[in-house]
T-cell receptor
Framework: AQKVTQAQTEISVVEKEDVTLDCVYE???????LFWYKQPPSGELVFLIR??????QNEISGRYSWNFQKSTSSFNFTITASQVVDSAVYFCALSVPNFGNEKLTFGTGTRLTIIP | DTEVTQTPKHLVMGMTNKKSLKCEQH?????MYWYKQKAKKPPELMFVYSYEKLSINESVPSRFSPECPNSSLLNLHLHALQPEDSALYLC?????????????FGSGTRLTVV
């Protein structure tokens, strides 16, 4: 069975500070996919990034960066120079191929509040 | 078109009503999903359709009935719901199954059962 743990329930930082959201996953499969989604108050889940288990390269996209470490089963997300618009709930998720029954397993989410 | 469109955005229904939620995508995605999300909780998978056939039913009560009329449309028929069924219902699509494609989510239908 797959499991995703986001230990940080809520985080508040002052605008322009950097913030890291932690994600730890569990799976016995060697092929798997990791995702981050952002959910603003409007409710829509916005796709941020996808990473497969064979690609441990870190990625940077503007103010966002992701650190994937298989050795610690972690896929952490850092926002640099945070802005008020970054306030949202962020979900880390995991999927595993399963003969046409792939499912996306979500962590419990981290509510991020950026204080102006 | 890179969106998943859900209607209605808000719905209030009585416990004896019958209503339907609709979801539409025109990205050529072959997998479509219904998720239920309670306040301050992550989304929970309800149903998955792959190539217009129901492939996963997560033991959802029969008062929820999914339907996939064609590859672009997904419906969720609601009947005799309970107040605890009040939640945000999210539809999503992905290019295919088992390849780790990212899911595109709609903005959801906020359902209140009274």
């Amino acid at each position: 069975a797959q499991k995703v743990t986001q230990a940080q329930t809520e985080i508040s930082v002052v605008e322009k500070e950097d913030v890291t959201l932690d994600c730890v996953y569990e799976t016995r499969d060697t092929t798997y996919y990791l995702f981050w989604y952002k959910q603003p108050p409007s409710g829509e889940l916005v796709f941020l990034i996808r990473r497969n288990s064979f690609d441990e390269q870190n990625e940077i996209s503007g103010r966002y960066s992701w650190n994937f470490q298989k050795s610690t089963s972690s896929f952490n997300f850092t926002i640099t120079a945070s802005q008020v618009v970054d306030s949202a709930v962020y979900f880390c998720a995991l999927s595993v191929p399963n003969f046409g029954n792939e499912k996306l397993t979500f962590g419990t989410g981290t509510r991020l509040t950026i204080i102006p | 078109d890179t969106e998943v469109t859900q209607t209605p955005k808000h719905l209030v229904m009585g416990m004896t009503n019958k209503k339907s939620l609709k979801c539409e995508q025109h990205m050529g995605h072959r997998a479509m999903y219904w998720y239920k999300q309670k306040a301050k909780k992550p989304p929970e998978l309800m149903f998955v359709y792959s190539y217009e056939k129901l492939s996963i039913n997560e033991s959802v009560p029969s008062r929820f009935s999914p339907e996939c009329p064609n590859s672009s449309l997904l419906n969720l028929h609601l009947h005799a719901l309970q107040p605890e069924d009040s939640a945000l219902y999210l539809c999503a699509s992905s290019q295919d199954m088992d390849r780790g494609y990212g899911y595109t989510f709609g903005s959801g239908t906020r359902l209140t059962v009274v």
